[in-house]
């Protein structure tokens, strides 16, 4: 049975850091792709980051490119999602998430398992 659960969120100012975790179980660590989604309130769930098998590609959106960096530890089976100089429009509940058919990449559709989320705040 895979699990997800995310950690890691809170308040922030305005240009400050957060990483988030996500520690996973039940999974094929090395067969299965990860990302991180968000979900602003009265907005659609959008992709933010993922990573594909094996630690190899990566894909961001462009809203978040150059300020946020997904990783993983394969040792830990955890996946971290490092975000620097926030906004105020990233505030959101984000979620971690693995596939392991689909295609890699930022199309929620591809995602099999998902997490219950970690509220990220940023104020102004």
């Known amino acids: 049975q895979v699990q997800l659960v995310e950690s890691g969120g809170g308040s922030v100012q305005a240009g400050g850091s957060l990483r988030l975790s996500c520690a996973a179980s039940?999974?094929?660590?090395?067969?299965?792709?990860m990302g991180w989604f968000r979900q602003a309130p009265g907005k659609e769930r959008e992709g933010v980051a993922a990573?594909?098998?094996?630690?190899?590609?990566?894909y961001y959106a462009d809203s978040v490119k150059g300020r946020f960096t997904i990783s993983q530890d394969n040792t830990k089976n955890t996946l971290y999602l490092q975000m620097s100089s926030l906004k105020p429009e990233d505030t959101a509940i984000y979620y971690c998430?693995?596939?392991?058919?689909?295609?890699?990449?930022?199309?929620?559709?591809?995602?099999?398992?998902w997490g219950q989320g970690t509220q990220v705040t940023v104020s102004s």
């Open positions: 990573i594909c098998m094996g630690g190899g590609s990566t």
């Open positions: 998430a693995t596939g392991n058919f689909g295609v890699c990449g930022l199309q929620r559709w591809e995602y099999n398992y």
């Open positions: 039940g999974l094929t660590y090395n067969r299965n792709f």
